[in-house]
């Protein structure tokens, strides 16, 4: 019985195998299948095998799986915790980082059915002819548990999140204490900005209330009603399935077998049941029954299936949810695509459950490698924090002040956030900051300013913040284009100040437009004074 698709198997139930031959064919080989002379081998469980860690240093391949591989022309590699190479090498092994961006960005392409399904969606995003905007919430239970931000829920979710940072201190994936001050984790930047949060500096920093948000990933951990202030503040809150029709979705899985039985089991007769009735009211027993095995006790909120258990493992999965788990990497891939070809992107987390950068810190290294123009936001959690405590007595009516404060830091950290990923996150994943190895320098562009507008770094800035030093080649000048059409639009929505009146409610009449008007021509001079200081 397949418990995914009886079609697509392996490596290509989610990537386009052909391509990725192709696109790697001048640098390595690629085969799909062993020789016959090694299947043998494989069969017999005679193939050595490695456990890689976690950024092995190219000395453990050199040094310890290369001989292995020379005498037995094969191994096998089991990479648990991604990352099997370190993310930073030495300079002479400069040329491995540029495979690592041609293995990532280039040879490794979905599936055509996925891709063709993100496409449509992306289609159906751009069909109202304004930019929209992407948000990776990425709330995910081992990485609120890693963190220490049960509290930051309620109800069962706050224990499910304590449960699984249990599982960890035991397994030693954390170090620490059981019970952690969520409310100071917040304050130092540990969690992920909330739905909530992203909705008002996004209100603040002028995007009206009409704006797409697209919202990436799965099922929040926390629920729908995670999301309810901020589709309060955005009409247009959307979602792959909000996007696409089941067939569409059904279609990207392939064939798969049925789960069910298609001839259920009949029901007892009455003489079974008349015998076990009989039993219960029979007399005294020469000995009492043991106690029925124990049950974990089970909840069902919100689409969620939540469980508080009496030991600290984690319920074995069904066979329908270990088929849900692989759909989910077709949902995420879709998710992917659209997150990276999106006008605006803006992630509420970077790590995972382990601390590693997670899928909005890849997607934000993609975007760089696309394009260094492209707008990606890189708030700083413990900065953002602190501008909503000062105004959380009045959080939906903010003063001028403090909406200028949010707009400089939002374009401050277009620069500074790059800065940051080079230091911090590039150290963890080399695909997460991929410069400057795996960039080059337009000609045409060098010195110059992408646009005149104050509201955006200016080019100098960018290439300074990246160290790209490099030239690109010739045959890459006709290649790379710049988008002004998409750019102009998004400078539209960052010069856009009618949110300041009313924050996150909507405009009911003319009278309110007109009052609008005049604050948004205030803000405007006000916003090209602040630019002509920077």
């Known amino acids: 019985m397949f418990l995914c698709s009886s079609q697509f198997k392996s490596f290509a139930y989610l990537y386009n195998e052909d391509q990725f031959m192709a696109a790697l064919s001048k640098d390595i080989k690629v085969v799909k299948t062993l020789p016959k002379n090694l299947k043998g081998q494989r069969k017999k469980k005679n193939i050595p095998s490695f456990k890689v860690p976690y950024s092995a240093s190219p000395y453990y391949y050199k040094h310890r799986v290369l001989p292995v591989l020379k005498k037995h022309s094969v191994v096998e590699l089991v990479v648990s915790d991604g990352g099997c190479l370190q993310a930073i090498l030495p300079p002479d092994l400069e040329e491995y980082q540029r495979l690592r961006c041609r293995v990532a960005f280039h040879a490794l392409r979905f599936r055509q059915e996925v891709q063709e399904l993100a496409t449509k969606i992306l289609h159906r995003l751009r069909a109202p002819g304004q930019p929209f905007v992407a948000f990776d919430p990425g709330m995910t239970r081992d990485a609120l548990a890693h963190h220490g931000c049960a509290e930051l829920f309620q109800d069962v979710h706050t224990e499910l999140i304590q449960h699984k940072r249990q599982w960890m201190i035991k397994r030693g994936i954390v170090k620490g204490s059981l019970s952690v001050n969520s409310a100071k984790q917040r304050l130092k930047g540990s969690c992920p900005l909330m739905p909530e949060e992203i909705g008002i500096i996004l209100r603040a920093y002028g995007y009206l209330w009409d704006t797409i948000i697209y919202v990436s990933g799965g099922e929040i951990f926390g629920g729908q009603r995670t999301l309810i202030p901020l589709r309060a503040m955005f009409e247009n809150v959307v979602d792959r399935t909000s996007l696409s029709i089941l067939w569409e979705l059904s279609r990207i899985y392939g064939r798969e077998a049925n789960l069910f039985e298609s001839n259920p089991r009949s029901p007892p007769s009455v003489e079974e049941e008349m015998k076990v009735e009989a039993w ?250 602040e630019g002509g200081d920077r």
């Open 280 to 529: 219960k009211t029979a007399g005294p027993r020469p000995r009492p029954l043991p106690p029925p095995p124990a049950r974990p006790k089970s909840y069902n909120i919100e689409g969620w299936w939540g469980w508080v258990a009496e030991s600290d493992n984690e319920p074995d999965s069904t066979v329908m949810e270990l088929r849900t788990n692989a759909h989910k990497l077709l949902w995420e891939a879709i998710d992917y695509v659209i997150c990276v070809e999106a006008d605006v992107f803006i992630p509420g987390f970077d790590r995972d459950g382990k601390g590693h950068p997670n899928f909005a810190s890849l997607v934000m290294g993609h975007r760089l490698y696309q394009s260094a123009a492209s707008k990606t936001y890189r708030p700083d959690r413990k900065e953002v924090v602190r501008l909503l405590e000062e105004i959380s007595d009045h959080l939906y009516h903010a003063n001028h002040t403090w909406l200028m404060s949010v707009r400089k830091h939002l374009r401050k950290r277009l620069v500074d956030g790059l800065l940051e990923a080079s230091t911090i996150s590039k150290s963890m994943s080399f695909i997460s900051h991929p410069v400057p190895e795996c960039s080059c320098l337009r000609r045409d562009y060098a010195g110059k300013s992408i646009n005149a507008s104050t509201s955006t770094p200016s080019h100098s800035q960018v290439i300074a913040a990246l160290g790209i030093v490099h030239f690109c080649p010739a045959w890459m000048e006709n290649d790379l284009t710049l988008q002004t059409k998409d750019k102009e639009n998004e400078e539209a929505l960052d010069e856009d100040d009618s949110t300041s009146s009313g924050l996150f409610f909507r405009k009911s009449n003319g009278d309110q437009e007109d009052l609008s008007n005049k604050e948004e021509t205030q803000l405007e001079d006000q916003d090209e004074v």
